[in-house]
């Protein structure tokens, strides 16, 4: 079909700002965590115990996830029925919302402990409502115009390696921040730059979205009047068996990083350990980021020549083998040590990166692809988000400290890559099949 055809330079536009999207969500993500594990307790959650401070912590970075699913079949749902590129927009809008109204939030000695905290908690819930459409979005419009290449993990791939750029982009930033300003200068003011930054970044995206056009097949659906009237509904009745599946790996790729890398528990963790200061725990995931891109690179390139699942079961099972020895290298009260773990860990995670938007989005047809992939991903973000407000504040109290915890978390973490590697390997292969 004639609309199928997308030209190269269209199509690496819609790739970049895609990327974008997942760019500056990870960078969110990032500034996020360590306000939430190095500055919101002393500005928001005082007068609390060091115990309910981690929880709080560990509590507002994992009620965005809650509200991801939620996100998912609102703009899931409007995708598929108006179009990918409004809602990608849209998603955006909300994030700049949810950033903004972060940085401008008083301190608890102003508006109180209680409104702080609510107030964060509100605009977690609508940062994650909007990034709940983001990947699903992006991922949808990326693998529709690329459809009859054979390069499209590679192509896709930078959806998803866009979070190791935010990442390393956060990191930096939050270097520079904690390196030029005093601690006292931090606490007072200087924590809000990277939010700041993080709301003019959203505005570029914003611009640069607005100048991409629909997807081809989504516009030939439209045109032949196939669209569907409910689409969640629909996928849900051909593919649960396939979101059921593809759970243990969105949880994978979202949760077990998040918890192990990127979010704040690991931090807490390391800072108990008196083990490294916050500028050189951001430059060492800066190190973890930087490298993670060429990881995830790899991975896709892989992922078009041997498949998708080949390369998924490759980052589980070298997860699996490291896990306890990155516990045992954290555990050293050495930053250096840690910070080779943090690296090498990272780097296995993260070859599953560059094939999960074409392994998820491949899985499903264009007439239900925003809602089918968005909801089977964020299925992965709402675990991450129950586990993170419950499962690691309970272990956390329970094991008698943060340090203490780390081993009972570990156990999760190999449990996740373990159900990967089994529900992964009865997923279908899509490399070189055409895009429906």
Do not use: C
């Not at 990918?84 to 700049?96: A, E, F, G, P, Q």
């Not at 409502?129 to 930078?158: C, D, Q």
């Not at 935010?166 to 904690?178: E, I, K, R, Y």
């Not at 090498?344 to 264009?366: R, W």
């Amino acid at each position: 079909m004639e609309a199928n055809v997308a030209s190269d330079k269209s199509a690496t536009k819609v790739i970049v700002a895609s990327a974008l999207g997942t760019i500056v969500d990870y960078y969110d993500l990032f500034i996020v965590t360590t306000a939430a594990s190095l500055v919101w307790p002393t500005i928001f959650f005082t007068g609390l115990s060091a115990a309910a401070k981690v929880s709080l912590s560990v509590i507002t970075f994992g009620i965005t996830y809650v509200s991801r699913p939620l996100g998912a079949i609102i703009f899931g749902h409007f995708g598929d029925r108006i179009g990918r590129r409004n809602m990608m927009v849209w998603t955006l809008i909300l994030t700049v919302i949810g950033v903004g109204g972060i940085a401008a939030l008083p301190p608890s000695s102003v508006v109180g402990v209680a409104i702080g905290v609510g107030a964060i908690v509100l605009f977690r819930i609508i940062q994650g409502i909007g990034l709940g459409g983001e990947w699903p979005a992006a991922s949808s419009l990326s693998i529709e115009y690329v459809s009859r290449s054979k390069r499209r993990a590679f192509l896709t791939g930078w959806i998803q390696n866009g979070a190791n750029i935010g990442l390393l982009f956060a990191s930096l930033v939050f270097t520079f921040v904690s390196t030029v300003f005093t601690k006292a200068e931090l606490l007072a003011y200087a924590w809000r730059i990277p939010f700041i930054i993080g709301v003019v970044i959203l505005g570029i995206a914003i611009f640069i979205r607005l100048k991409i056009e629909e997807s081809p097949l989504f516009r030939e659906l439209k045109k032949e009047n196939k669209v569907e009237r409910l689409p969640l509904i629909d996928s849900i009745k051909d593919k649960w068996k396939t979101m059921l599946l593809l759970l243990p790996t969105t949880f994978f790729v979202i949760g077990a990083p998040g918890i192990f890398v990127s979010g704040p528990y690991v931090l807490d963790v390391v800072t108990a350990s008196h083990a490294a200061t916050d500028a050189q725990l951001s430059l060492a995931v800066s190190a973890a980021s930087g490298l993670a891109i060429l990881w995830a690179l790899l991975g896709s390139f892989l992922g078009d020549k041997f498949g998708r699942r080949g390369l998924m079961i490759l980052s589980s099972v070298l997860v699996i083998i490291f896990l306890y020895p990155f516990e045992l290298l954290v555990k050293t009260d050495s930053y250096a040590l840690f910070v080779v773990g943090l690296v090498l860990l990272n780097g296995f995670f993260k070859i599953a990166d560059g094939v999960t938007p074409a392994l998820i989005s491949e899985q499903f047809e264009t007439r239900y692809r925003f809602s089918g992939a968005g909801f089977a991903y964020q299925l992965g973000s709402l675990a991450l988000g129950i586990i993170s407000i419950t499962l690691i504040p309970f272990i956390v109290s329970y094991s008698g400290g943060v340090t203490n915890s780390f081993g009972p978390i570990v156990i999760v973490g190999i449990i996740s890559a373990i159900l990967t590697v089994i529900t992964v390997a009865v997923i279908p292969e899509t490399v070189n099949k055409p895009v429906k």
